[in-house]
């Protein structure tokens, strides 16, 4: 199993993105992918989650409006998108897959059992 | 402020056990399983617990995890410099907001 994520991208503010989580070595299909903040002051921050299979997406109520998550099944991608970045969006972010769907999570397989390398987006003017 | 509530640091000498608290309310940890992550310096985040108590394969049994009410707890035996890490907690909160939380995160040092 492996998610390997997009490069590392300078921006300038207001300027759009998107970066990308490719699966590998499962059934891309089959399990959600998560995509996880991490910044030096907030530490780690759940932003989504997408299942591939047909796209249902969760968002946390602190990221709805900002940012898109989508999935390509045909090229085995997930996305994370932003039509306007700002500084504050300058962080760390992680694609990581989940086994199970987030409603279900009382009942278990709701961890993240790979993740992908990282992908560190600076936006400076 | 994160809603999973770590210590910020822990340390001890090679060989010895460290634990690791995180605390939660009842909609979080208190009514889903809890998962924990080791991330090493300049790498991503790893799992190392899942479902409480449950060790993926390839994870030393040195780790172990636990929960009882609202807490769970990392703990770490037989100390090495290369566990020297952050390790966050992490459930799902059940409540209105139905996110996914972690904690602050636990600076683990090795003396």
């Known amino acids: 199993v492996q998610l390997v994520q997009s490069g590392a991208e300078v921006k300038k503010p207001g300027e759009s993105l998107k970066i990308s989580c490719k699966g590998s070595?499962?059934?891309?299909?089959?399990?959600?992918i998560a995509w996880v903040r991490q910044t030096p002051g907030k530490g780690l921050e759940w932003m989504g989650i997408i299942y591939p299979g047909d796209s249902d997406t969760i968002y946390s109520p602190s990221f709805q409006g900002q940012v898109t998550i989508s999935a390509d099944e045909s090229i085995d991608t997930a996305y994370l998108q932003w039509t306007s970045l700002k500084a504050s969006d300058t962080a760390m972010y992680y694609c990581?897959?989940?086994?199970?769907?987030?409603?279900?999570?009382?009942?278990?397989?709701?961890?993240?059992?790979?993740w992908g390398q990282g992908t560190l987006v600076t936006v400076s003017s | 402020q994160s809603v999973l509530t770590q210590p910020p640091s822990v340390s001890a000498a090679p060989g010895q056990k460290v634990t690791i608290s995180c605390s939660g309310s009842s909609s979080k940890i208190g009514s889903n399983y809890v998962s924990w992550y080791q991330q090493l310096p300049g790498t991503a985040p790893k799992l190392l617990i899942y479902e409480d108590d449950k060790r993926p394969s390839g994870i030393p049994d040195r780790f172990s995890g636990s929960k009882s009410g609202t807490s769970a707890t990392l703990g770490i035996t037989g100390l090495q410099t290369g566990d020297e890490a952050d390790y966050y907690c992490?459930?799902?909160?059940?409540?209105?907001?139905?996110?996914?939380?972690f904690g602050g995160g636990t600076k683990v040092t090795v003396l």
């Open positions: 070595g499962y059934r891309f299909t089959s399990y959600w």
């Open positions: 990581a897959r989940q086994p199970s769907s987030p409603r279900y999570c009382s009942d278990g397989d709701c961890y993240f059992d790979s």
């Open positions: 992490g459930t799902w909160d059940s409540s209105l907001s139905a996110v996914w939380v």
